[in-house]
């Protein structure tokens, strides 16, 4: 599921990347032996790929502003397989659960771009639910990435699959370095929607039924994700067999790495404040 309104958006205070770097900076060099992603994360539930330099969910956007003058291209993916853990996700009367099905899929995707050359870095490895904000704070940590999302439907005709994009964002007002966390996707959604259009065409090729672009819509996951993000939702959990789903598989994963692939000569983000109007 995707569209399900779950978690009331916890407005994050203001975030100034410049001096948190910094204070990050001077905290790990000051004491070498602190991991603090580790530090910082409950015993139970957290993800395992976190990258050590993304120690709170706070600390984690990959600001488009000074932070990321040296932009060097396209060269890793962000997966998300969504739910888990407590949060099975949807659920069909077969017993299939949206959460398990996702993880599947992500091997799958997750070999299919590493085939393109891609690096891949999963918010989930096992049957953990990450919160929104750890799942943002693994992409947000990583420079030159994409994000991608995926889930399964409960609703839409089987055996095909949709795009979407996060729907517009107040403008990203403050041009002094600070942007709001739970902003961190508005200076990407062209971008998100570029990409979004790229992978919804090579699946709408391949599963009969599926949307020609991608569509908008108000998920949770992407807004606080600085990097171009997309969701891909799957129909559905109501089929009677898994291996409907299962089916579906490769080309997902054939579909998700082509279009990362073809997105990769626009990803060009922006340098400075001005750019983001
Ligand atoms: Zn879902």
């Known amino acids: 599921m995707l569209l399900q309104v779950r978690n009331i958006l916890r407005i994050k205070s203001l975030v100034l990347i410049g001096l948190l770097s910094v204070a990050l900076l001077a905290a790990v060099l000051a004491s070498p032996s602190v991991i603090p992603s580790q530090a910082q994360q409950p015993a139970t539930g957290t993800p395992t790929t976190a990258s050590p330099t993304a120690p709170s969910a706070q600390a984690g956007v990959a600001s488009p502003f000074g932070a990321q003058t040296q932009q060097a291209g396209l060269s890793s993916v962000v997966l998300d397989p969504a739910h888990g853990g407590t949060d099975p996700g949807a659920r069909g009367t077969g017993g299939i659960r949206e959460s398990e099905i996702v993880l599947d899929f992500a091997i799958q995707v997750r070999r299919a771009l590493e085939l393109q050359g891609f690096q891949v870095v999963q918010t989930r490895q096992g049957n953990e639910n990450p919160s929104f904000d750890d799942r943002s704070a693994t992409a947000n940590a990583q420079r030159g990435a994409v994000f991608v999302t995926l889930h399964i439907s409960s609703t839409g005709l089987p055996g095909t699959a949709r795009v979407y994009v996060n729907s517009d964002l107040p403008p990203v007002a403050d ?35 599926s949307p020609e672009a991608a569509q908008t819509a108000s998920v949770r996951q992407l807004r606080t994700t600085a990097a171009p993000a997309i969701a891909v939702e799957i129909s559905s ?15 997902v994963a054939d579909a998700i790495a082509r279009g990362v692939a073809a997105f990769k000569p626009s ?3 922006a340098n400075t404040p001005g750019a983001l109007r």
């Open 267 to 269: 990803y060009v983000v």
């Open 237 to 251: 959990v109501t089929v009677e067999n898994r291996a409907d789903l299962d089916r579906m598989a490769p080309g």
């Open 175 to 209: 041009s002094n370095g600070l942007i709001p966390w739970d902003r961190a996707q508005a200076p990407f959604l062209g971008l998100s929607k570029t990409f979004g259009d790229l992978v919804q065409g090579f699946l709408s090729q391949r599963f009969k039924g």
